[in-house]
């Protein structure tokens, strides 16, 4: 059996990505969501993510962007990001170990709860998304 090794390239953000949007699209409760919004532009998508996780987990800036305005109007909640985490983490574990892995998995985490807290708080506060 093939050990596991730390995330260390754009080539393992990518297998990381893909092993876990490919679980998303089938998950019952998040597939519906994502291909609902992404229909036939699951590449774009990808793409935009290897470069949104290079950026986060290799300090190698590659994206640009905004990432929590997009989510800002989904229908989504607590069950929906705690099932997302839940994809995330099994998948790191699945395919990673090491100091990257761990950060992917704690990065993870903290977005869930970020933009929870911000999906709260637009749909609760003052009705203007916080970006």
């Known amino acids: 059996m093939e050990s596991k090794k730390d ?4 080539t393992d953000i990518q297998l990381l990505v ?3 949007y490919g679980k998303v699209r089938e998950n019952a409760v998040l597939g519906p ?3 609902g919004v992404i229909k036939d532009n699951w590449q774009r998508h990808l793409e935009k993510m290897y470069t949104f996780w290079q950026t986060v987990l290799l300090e190698e800036r590659t994206y640009e962007g ?5 989510h800002a109007k ?3 909640d607590k069950t929906h990001f ?3 985490l839940g994809i995330w983490t099994a998948t790191v574990d699945e395919n990673f170990t090491g100091p ?7 990065r993870g985490n903290k977005m869930a709860e970020l933009f929870l807290y911000k999906l709260e708080y637009f749909r609760n506060g003052s009705g203007q998304a916080l970006v």
Do not use: G, H, Q, Y
């Open 74 to 76: 989904l229908p989504i």
């Open 82 to 84: 705690d099932t997302w």
């Open 100 to 106: 990257v892995a761990d950060e992917a998995k704690w």
């Open 66 to 70: 905004r990432p929590f305005p997009p």
């Open 7 to 10: 995330i260390t390239t754009l």
């Open 18 to 20: 893909n092993s876990f």
């Open 33 to 35: 969501i994502f291909n």
